[in-house]
């Protein structure tokens, strides 16, 4: 069992600051400041380093962190499995998971219910990022499982099927825009359009189908530039201009009549999502429980 000393130290080290640990952790700055302090003695060497107003670990640290995140996902791992050995019902674990903003917002939350009504006593913890940030989260070890667009060709993960969303071309149901068909795609470029961020799985979903048609995403009349799914789809409910939106993110709109599709002849936006995990470790018992819960509970909905 990690001591507390050690529990305090990831979680400063995650935060990178010994303030935001204290609200995460609930207690005082000065109780952070005396364990960290403990523990730097305990190895004799220094841990932390000032960057100006930041933190950052010291080579120590840094080490020190990568072998307690490997202990503590082992401790995780095998609390869970003696637990689900001795009652499913009372498996204890945390599932720590990181997911593109689709999946988080649109297709996880029924899914993290179900599963918690099975496995009450597993604490969730959910990072919602853009799939870059995702994969990034993963190699660092802050989460042992992500679910994102891809695949991608990073070496040291492994790439699991999951589901199929579609992204559509849409507008606000005033704009000019609204119910045309643009019979050829070569008339995209004049546009005016809003698109989500550099790393998002929608912008490369998007960017890969033009690609098909020799079009680059610097070739499109970009406006605005707009991080997350939920910022586009409510810029586009003011503005006049055509974005793309996951399909399972505007279904309420276009019931509404708030929002409408807008045909692009030729053009087909599909992505496909992975849960993605470090490749070489051992399997954790309770990503692949969640795995396969998922994938039930998915095919129960189609």
């Known amino acids: 069992m990690l001591s507390t000393k ?34 730097e003695n305990d190895y004799k060497s220094k841990l932390f380093e000032r960057q100006g107003l930041k933190i950052a670990l010291t080579p120590t640290g840094k080490l020190l ?9 082992i401790q995780d791992q095998v609390d869970f499995e003696i637990s689900f050995l001795k009652d499913k019902l009372l498996a204890k674990g945390m599932l720590r998971l990181g997911a593109s903003t689709t999946v988080a917002l649109y297709i996880l939350p029924r899914i993290l219910s179900a599963f918690h009504k099975q496995y009450p006593e597993v604490e969730i913890n959910l990072l919602n990022r853009n799939s870059e940030s995702v994969l990034e989260a993963l190699l660092q070890k802050n989460i042992n499982l ?28 005033r ?37 098909a048609h020799k079009i680059k995403i610097s070739d499109l009349n970009v406006k605005v530039r707009l991080g997350g799914t939920e910022a586009l789809k409510n810029f586009l409910l003011e503005a006049d201009c055509l974005g793309f939106l996951p399909q399972r993110a505007i279904i309420k709109e276009l019931a509404a009549n ?14 496909h999502f992975y849960f993605i995990q470090r490749k ?23």
């Open 146 to 173: 992500g679910i994102v667009e891809g695949p991608g060709n990073t070496k040291n993960v492994e790439y699991l099927p999951f589901l199929t969303d579609k992204v559509v071309p849409v507008c606000n149901s």
């Open 65 to 73: 962190y990568e072998r307690l995140l490997d202990v503590k996902n």
């Open 175 to 211: 704009s000019s825009l609204a119910h045309k068909k643009i019979s050829s795609i070569k008339e995209l470029p004049a546009i005016p359009v809003v698109l989500r961020e550099k790393g998002s799985g929608t912008l490369a979903a998007l960017s890969q189908s033009l690609e």
């Open 258 to 271: 708030e929002l409408s599709e807008v045909q692009i002849q030729n053009l087909e936006i599909t992505r």
């Open 280 to 302: 070489g470790e051992s399997i954790n018992e309770l990503n692949k429980a969640f795995i396969a819960f998922a994938r039930t509970i998915y095919n129960q909905q189609l």
């Open 6 to 39: 050690h529990l305090i130290f990831l979680e400063v080290a995650r935060q990178k600051s010994f303030t935001k640990a204290s609200q995460v952790l609930f207690l005082s700055q000065p109780a952070i400041s005396k364990n960290i302090q403990s523990l």
